[in-house]
């Protein structure tokens, strides 16, 4: 009997929304079962895309769905395939107490969720991740978005789906690339682990030391495991900050710098993760030269990050330009620019207080 895992998020002032995350392997085969334990919906619209309805459209069987299959891609992720989703469920007269499944990775758990989120002022909505960021990240928590041309997931909301199928057997068709991308914000959780406050040090950190590559083999266990801690830690930071004012900006460990890299190549030349990485490298070096952590931490991370081999050689980006873009992300608050930063082992603090030298520093130093 392989491992499988069942965690659940508990916001508390939302009682009623409280859900399941199962994890583990062939649970596709179970999932029409736990869908109908948590949702009472006489009909469901299974939203996936092109790529994944050629890989699983038959190891998905609910019955009384209708299946919407939309183009793969980021660039995708708009207001026009919102109307679809939107379209279809009118259609289809989906009524209030039924619900849209999400299959599929980032891009179509977003959009679904906040398809869900609109219709008919917010329908059950149900996450089937498939992709590795998907599964440790986007499902849960319930940030649900589409972007617009003036920004990524610029139109959004917070919306908590009713359940979580994370079944890790579809890891398998994910290209090495977009497998890389999941494990960025796998790095994310290790060095951030203390802050989230979970009841239990899991120690993630060396369990990606001593697995690495179990972890790139995919072994089931191995995989189920991981996928929980970075859940645990996930569902816990979420308990206490559904709606990001304050503790859940910890999440974004090396994003402000990602984005900026993201932004300058417009998307197209590097993957969130690569982006991710290369971002947690930087704030590790600003840390250090802030004076928050040790050397024998920095380099202790660098060394991790280095050996899951996630960001490939970068280009040197203009200094100012760079951080000038630092500035639109998310997180900037009152015109400064908000970092997360590790100040200890597996911990970190938001701090608005670097000035500017200090990241032309880090930034100069590639
Ligand atoms: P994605 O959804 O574009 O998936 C990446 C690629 O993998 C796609 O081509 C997809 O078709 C393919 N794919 C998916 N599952 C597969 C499988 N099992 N086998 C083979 N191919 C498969 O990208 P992503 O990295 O999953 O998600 C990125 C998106 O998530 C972004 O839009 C980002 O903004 C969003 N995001 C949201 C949150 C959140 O909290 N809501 C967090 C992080 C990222
Ligand atoms: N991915 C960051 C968050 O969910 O807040």
């Known amino acids: 009997m392989k491992q499988q895992y069942n965690l659940k998020v508990n916001i508390p002032a939302k009682h009623t929304c409280d859900y399941d995350i199962h994890i583990g392997s062939n649970l596709l085969e179970h999932a029409e079962e736990i869908v109908k334990q948590c949702s009472n919906a006489k009909k469901f619209l299974i939203v996936t895309n092109e790529t994944i309805a050629k890989l699983y459209q038959n190891a998905l069987n609910i019955s009384n769905s209708t299946l919407l299959i939309l183009k793969d891609g980021e660039e995708y992720k708009n207001f026009e395939t919102l109307k679809k989703i939107i379209d279809t469920c009118v259609e289809n007269r989906l009524e209030r107490q039924d619900c849209i499944i999400a299959f599929g990775g980032g891009v179509i758990g977003d959009m679904s ?92 950190y060396e369990f990606l030391e001593e697995n690495r590559q179990k972890i790139f083999a995919l072994e089931p266990d191995i995989t189920a495991e991981l996928i929980y801690m970075c859940c645990s830690l996930k569902a816990c930071v979420v308990n206490k900050d559904e709606t990001e004012k304050g503790l859940r900006a910890i999440l974004n460990l090396g994003h402000t710098f990602a984005h900026a890299i993201e932004n300058l190549t417009n998307y197209r030349i590097y993957t969130h993760g690569e982006a991710v990485a290369a971002g947690i490298k930087k704030a590790f070096k600003l840390s250090l030269l802030e004076g928050l952590i040790s050397k024998d931490y920095y380099e202790k991370s660098a060394r991790l990050i280095d050996e899951y081999e996630i960001t490939p050689q970068m280009p040197d980006f203009d200094i100012e330009s760079f951080y000038n873009e630092m500035f639109l992300d998310k997180k900037a608050q009152d015109g400064k620019i908000r970092f997360v930063l590790p100040d200890n082992a597996f911990s970190v603090k938001l701090t608005s207080n670097v000035t500017k030298e200090q990241v032309f520093k880090v930034l100069q130093q590639g």
């Open 113 to 204: 969720g906040f398809a869900a989120a609109s219709y008919m002022r917010g329908i059950d909505f149900i996450q089937i991740p498939t992709t590795l960021l998907a599964q440790v990240d986007s499902s849960v928590g319930g940030k649900v978005a589409i972007n617009h041309e003036h920004g990524k997931n610029l139109i959004g909301a917070f919306y908590q789906p009713k359940t979580v199928i994370i079944d890790t057997n579809v890891l398998k068709t994910l290209d090495l690339r977009q497998l890389k991308t999941g494990l960025a914000e796998v790095l994310k959780y290790a060095f951030i682990e203390k802050t989230c406050g979970y009841e239990k040090f899991f120690n993630l």
